[in-house]
T-cell receptor, first 114, second 114 residues
Framework: KAGVTQTPRYLIKTRGQQVTLSCSPISGHRSVSWYQQTPGQGLQFLFEYFSETQRNKGNFPGRFSGRQFSNSRSEMNVSTLELGDSALYLC?????????????FGPGTRLTVL | AQKITQTQPGMFVQEKEAVTLDCTYDTSDPSYGLFWYKQPSSGEMIFLIYQGSYDQQNATEGRYSLNFQKARKSANLVISASQLGDSAMYFCAMTKGEGDKIIFGKGTRLHILP
């Protein structure tokens, strides 16, 4: 079974631009969560989607948004990039909507904002 | 509010020795799940082990075991017979369940010495 895939793996953008990251969950998994990892703040939850609906959202500004498609693939978008958005963005794939015991992460997208 | 505390920012251990990574948690929910993840320098979060709050026995996965002490709100990870490839960042995490975010600790950087 293929794992969680994230594209692109690396991205360099400048302030003010926008960016779209993609995550394809494990086949059969319907839940996708997004996390931001920075040295200062650690791992922080962005949002979670299940069957194309956002079920949970973290404390991030509205510049951070996401969506999920019918095939469970998910995208997150960051508009008007700021230097502080430089981070590793991880997505996690979960099965049948239960977060208890199946949360597998992708390799991440490392975003650098100049 | 939920909280995960990892008090060891870094550890150095001789190869083949057993390692215990500490984790304490705080939650008022009776039902929750606890995870340990390994993050090598490549950035990918690798799922190691899971313990449910109602599980009677400690979880084990190969060389990994979780020492779950519910009354003390402790969920330490034990790695038996450490290997050089175990050098990485280790995160303790918890979740309340379906669709809920995962709360991560700050992590412990483990160095295995030859």
């Amino acid at each position: 079974k293929a794992g969680v895939t994230q594209t692109p793996r690396y991205l360099i953008k400048t302030r003010g631009q926008q960016v779209t990251l993609s995550c394809s969950p494990i086949s059969g998994h319907r839940s996708v969560s997004w996390y931001q990892q920075t040295p200062g703040q650690g791992l922080q939850f962005l949002f979670e989607y299940f069957s194309e609906t956002q079920r949970n959202k973290g404390n991030f500004p509205g510049r951070f948004s996401g969506r999920q498609f019918s095939n469970s693939r998910s995208e997150m978008n960051v508009s008007t990039l700021e230097l502080g958005d430089s981070a590793l963005y991880l997505c996690a794939s979960g099965s049948s909507g239960y977060a208890y015991n199946e949360q597998f992460f992708g390799p991440g997208t490392r975003l650098t904002v100049l | 509010a939920q909280k995960i505390t990892q008090t060891q920012p870094g550890m150095f251990v001789q190869e083949k020795e057993a390692v215990t990574l500490d984790c304490t948690y705080d939650t008022s929910d009776p039902s929750y799940g606890l995870f340990w993840y390994k993050q090598p320098s490549s950035g990918e979060m690798i799922f190691l082990i899971y313990q449910g709050s109602y599980d009677q026995q400690n979880a084990t996965e190969g060389r990994y075991s979780l020492n779950f002490q519910k009354a003390r709100k402790s969920a330490n990870l034990v790695i038996s017979a450490s290997q050089l490839g175990d050098s990485a960042m280790y995160f303790c995490a918890m979740t309340k369940g379906e669709g809920d975010k995962i709360i991560f600790g700050k992590g412990t950087r483990l160095h295995i010495l030859p």
